[in-house]
């Protein structure tokens, strides 16, 4: 059976018609996920509510405390700004990392927060730069950190009629620097076999004043590596304070075996991709934004 087709122009629409049919409807925004699922079997939703025609999903706005991202921009569409590649470069890194050019089209930050797959690339670089989401429901407006979105692989904390507004991400301080760095077993079109997201601060004498270091797909969920993040503060970016970091993110990894590596193979992967991407984002700090 094909899937009705619902376009709602406001929030409080879309809300209404997800909670009128509720597990039967499913929000739409690219479809890069929810297609495929579609084909496959895996979802059968009777009503889609496409939420691409809802303003509020589709703004960006550079505010001086905070970066507003909505829901269903594309990914394609973020790189576009600027300014925001100068200030989030980390976030944008791994919004480029999604699909191809082709997907990036199509393809919402939202939707991959919300699809909740351990290996989503944005999440580990929205939690490192400490995301809040708006979601909205029939009950009005919420806030969710992003690093408790997500309950398990697939699962999300969305609610009955809920859906997810936009990303608000604190406008980073002018020495502060993020970035993103993921393994894949091959150098095209593949899911992270572990990603990394680092956001930090440089006070002038280089001393780390600020840190989050996240984790993707090393656990059923995206990892707020707080161990990782302490081992950097109240010094320099040096060898020692790399080490720390590197070894603090192999202990927080929770790693299963698959066919993309052992979960001892991951664990490594993540020690070292950790100092790669601290590395990275130290540089972006020392370098002002
Ligand atoms: C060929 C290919 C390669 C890919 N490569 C990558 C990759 O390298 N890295 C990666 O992370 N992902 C990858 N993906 C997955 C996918 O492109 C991303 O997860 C994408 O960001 C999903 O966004 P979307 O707008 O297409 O979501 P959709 O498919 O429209 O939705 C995904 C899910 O989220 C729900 N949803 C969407 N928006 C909202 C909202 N605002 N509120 C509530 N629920 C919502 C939908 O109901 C659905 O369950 C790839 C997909 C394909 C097909």
Not at 15 to 41: C, E, I, N, S, Y
Not at 46 to 53: A, E, F, G, N, T
Not at 87 to 99: H, M, V
């Amino acid at each position: 059976m094909q899937a009705g087709f619902e376009q709602p122009r406001t929030i409080e629409e879309a809300t209404a018609l997800l909670q009128k049919h509720g597990d039967a409807a499913r929000p739409f925004a690219g479809g890069t996920d929810l297609l495929v699922q579609m084909r496959g079997g895996m979802r059968s939703p009777d009503i889609l509510v496409d939420l691409k025609r809802i303003p509020e999903l589709g703004q960006l706005e550079i505010g001086s405390d905070e970066i507003v991202i909505g829901a269903a921009c594309s990914t394609a569409s973020l790189r576009e700004n600027a300014e925001l590649v100068r200030l989030l470069p980390g976030l944008l890194e791994a919004a480029e990392l999604i699909g191809s050019e082709q997907i990036q089209g199509r393809s919402s930050i939202g939707g991959n927060l919300c699809n909740a797959s351990p290996a989503a690339d944005s999440v580990p670089a929205l939690v490192a730069n400490s995301a809040v989401c708006s979601v909205a429901g029939p009950d009005g407006r919420r806030d969710v950190p992003a690093a408790e979105f997500s309950t398990g692989p697939g699962s999300t904390v969305l609610g009955s009629g809920e859906l997810l507004v936009s990303l608000r991400v604190p406008r980073p301080a002018p020495d502060a620097g993020d970035a993103y760095l993921r393994f894949i077993p091959r150098s095209e079109m593949d899911i992270a076999v572990v990603g990394v997201g680092v956001a930090l601060t440089l006070d002038a004498d280089g001393t780390c004043t600020a840190a989050r270091v996240a984790l993707g797909a090393v656990g059923p969920t995206v990892i707020d590596a707080t161990t990782a993040a302490t081992a950097l503060l109240g010094g320099p970016i040096d060898t020692a304070a790399l080490e720390r970091v590197s070894e603090a993110a192999r202990e927080a990894a929770r790693p299963i075996d698959d066919k993309r590596g052992t979960a001892a193979y991951r664990k490594h992967v993540a020690g070292v991709l950790t100092r790669r991407t601290v590395e990275i984002a130290a540089r972006r700090a020392a370098e002002g934004n």
